[in-house]
């Protein structure tokens, strides 16, 4: 089984999917021939064609457009924003009608449309391109939000976004791009979307993370792990909305103390979703307060690396936290 990068998975989803189905199209700036600006698209414009790999103006709000458009119509687009950073002028469009369309016609139409965007900080882009948005989507019902943190997830979770009826927002953590690397089948595969996954069993507390914090809380368990005995079950949620609920109670059920991790401010992040559902659906088995590591609140990733440092969560940080929750 070949290894590949993050973004390699991310690329062989919308290829295999565009060789599947011919009503898969990506559009969005520079998806063409340069490739995206990351190369998520490099290759595709060349095998699939301008009819199918196109081009947007510098508008986000006519991407977004086009594509809740273009999937009311019976087609199947994929819509790329550049970085998380600049998805704010889509908001309406995105909120407040791909969302509704399902339920406002009473189930008789459906826009399924999946819009990528890198998020979060890690490579010195600064204010408008560290952006994590995750939590804005997630409040709203009628979207579906997934998060991958494996190239295996990258790969799988996009190829069954792109297959589902309801609009995906799906955002892939940039500084994980090519720093993540596993084994990816090349044969076709999806991962259920709403489905959490324990990526590493442990009896002592539970670590909730996704995206570029789930690498990193990996990195954290084996370190508190080796240099003191402290093991952590990790849960990757892969999937924001609709949240694996189950999961994320029955490993909190095990460990009874709960650490929730993620670069976004702190304040009404999605950290805050996962500690009020423990509180409801499991307080009596609490063994300790829910923690939450997560960015300050300030309004952005700072460009300086020493303040990046600063604002972001890293495997240091993470295992301080468990070492504090565990002695607790």
Partial sequence: MPEMTLIEGVRQAMDEEMARDERVFITGEDVGQRGGVFRATLGLFEKYGPDRVIDSPLAELSIVAVGVGAALGGMRPICEIQFADYIFPAFNQIVNEAALVHYRSGGEWAAPLVIRAPYGGGIGGGLYHSQSVEAYFAHAPGLKVVIPST???????????VRDPNPVL??????????????????DYTVPLGEAKVTREGGDLTVYAYGMMHYYVLQA?????????????VVDLRTLAPL???????????TGKALIVYEDNRFLGYGAEIAALLADEAFEYMDAPIRRLAGPDIPGVPFA?????????????IAAAIRELAEY
């Fill in 151 to 161: 190239a295996y997830d990258a790969k799988g979770l996009l190829k069954a976004a």
């Fill in 170 to 187: 799906f955002f892939e953590p940039k500084k994980g791009y090519r720093l993540i690397k596993d084994a990816v089948p090349d044969e």
């Fill in 221 to 233: 368990a084996e370190m508190v792990a080796r240099q003191e005995g402290i093991q952590a079950e």
């Fill in 244 to 254: 694996d609920t189950a999961t994320v109670i029955e490993s909190f059920k095990k």
């Fill in 305 to 317: 690396h020493s303040m990046q440092d600063f604002f972001m969560p890293n495997p240091d940080k």
